[in-house]
C-alpha cells in the first residue's frame, strides 16, 4: 500500500476507534447503526473527506470490501482482508460442507461456482439456459457443465441464496 493511501486509512482507523459512539454501538452488535453513524457523521467532511471508495481503493484489494468488513478489521473481529480467491474458497467450502458431493464431482463443482461467481457471461448463459454457449467459452466448457452431472441447479441455487456476487466485483 502505498504512504498516501496507507495514511488515509489509519487516519479512519483511528478517529473511528477514537469514536465512543461508533465503539458502542459495534460493540452492542448495532454494527448497522455504527454504519449509519459513520455515513452521516464521518464520511465526506471536508477534512479529509473519507469515504468508502477511498478507503477501497487505499486498501488495494482485488474486490470490493463493504464497511461493516472494514470496521470487523479495526475492531479487531477479523485479522486481515482476504483477497478474491480466499473468498472464493471459503464459498466453496460452505458448499461443499453443506451439500456433501462425492468427491469426484468437487473438482466440477470448485470450477464452476468460481466461474459463476465471477464471470458475468457464464451466469448469463447459466440464466437464460444458454448451454451451447459454452462450445466456444474458455472459462467454463460443455464438458466442464457435463462433469457437474446434477450439481447444476443446487450450486446456483446456493450462490443466490448465500453468496453476494458484488463483493467480488
Not at 10 to 28: G, L, P
Not at 33 to 40: F, G, H, P, R, S
Not at 53 to 74: N, S, T, Y
Not at 92 to 121: G, L
Request: charged letters at 45%; zero cysteines; aromatic letters at 12%.
Amino acid at each position: 500500500m502505498k504512504k498516501i493511501d496507507r495514511e488515509l486509512f489509519d487516519r479512519f482507523e483511528q478517529e473511528v476507534k477514537a469514536n465512543k459512539e461508533i465503539k458502542e454501538k459495534f460493540e452492542s452488535g448495532n454494527v448497522e447503526e455504527a454504519e449509519n453513524y459513520i455515513k452521516k457523521e464521518i464520511f465526506d467532511r471536508p477534512e479529509d473527506f473519507f469515504n468508502l471508495e477511498k478507503l477501497r481503493k487505499a486498501l488495494k484489494l482485488d474486490r470490493r470490501v463493504g464497511l461493516r468488513e472494514i470496521l470487523d478489521k479495526i475492531f479487531g473481529r477479523i485479522k486481515k482482508f482476504k483477497n478474491k480467491d480466499e473468498l472464493l474458497e471459503e464459498e466453496i467450502e460452505k458448499f461443499i460442507s453443506i451439500s456433501k458431493p462425492e468427491a469426484k464431482y468437487v473438482h466440477a463443482i470448485r470450477n464452476f461456482i468460481k466461474a459463476y461467481i465471477t464471470d458475468m457471461e457464464i451466469r448469463e448463459i447459466m440464466e437464460k439456459k444458454e448451454y451451447s454457449r459454452l462450445a466456444t467459452n474458455p472459462r467454463f466448457s460443455m464438458s466442464d457443465l457435463r462433469e457437474l452431472d446434477g450439481w447444476l441447479n443446487p450450486a446456483i441455487e446456493y450462490i443466490k441464496d448465500y453468496v453476494s456476487l458484488n463483493a467480488f466485483v
